[in-house]
């Protein structure tokens, strides 16, 4: 698994932001099941960045904690099969799946963190868990598909222990 990391902005996080979501991005590729080494990249940036790229992509002009990227489109969630007839679905030079993008707020996760009474750590891997899911098809558009990614970014954490 490849993560391109970047890291925007004063604001400090107090754990190693790039070795947990490398953690939970192989937690939620293992418990999904993916059958290919897998390609994300993630940028933790302040509010005033993610407030930018939420204005420009989803015409909020508010911050938001995680704005997810997928690269590829499933015909059904977390169904990898299919994308080995896709060639632009991997990167020619590695190999692998070509999962997508997330955007993470930190300024988020410390204000989530004390509103939700849980570590900056617990919110930080909910945040990468949860855009995860988005990378793999999954929604919370609906009823359904909300308790869906919900007992999957549940399970996710337990597995890690990282519990609230």
Sequence with gaps: MSLY??????????????????????????????????????????????????????????????????????GTPGDFSGFEEEADAFNPETGELLLGDIMVSKDMVLKQAEEYGHSPLREFAFLIAHSMLHLFGYDHMEEDERLVMEQKQREILEQLGILR
């Design 5 to 74: 990391y970047m890291e925007e902005g004063g604001t400090h996080l107090p754990f190693n932001p790039e070795k947990t979501a490398r953690v939970v991005i192989e937690k939620a590729l293992e418990y999904e099941g993916c059958p290919y080494e897998a390609e994300v990249s993630l940028l933790v940036v302040t509010d005033k960045e993610i407030r930018e790229m939420n204005r420009a992509q989803r015409q909020i002009d508010a911050p938001t904690d995680v704005l997810s990227f997928p690269m590829l489109e499933y």
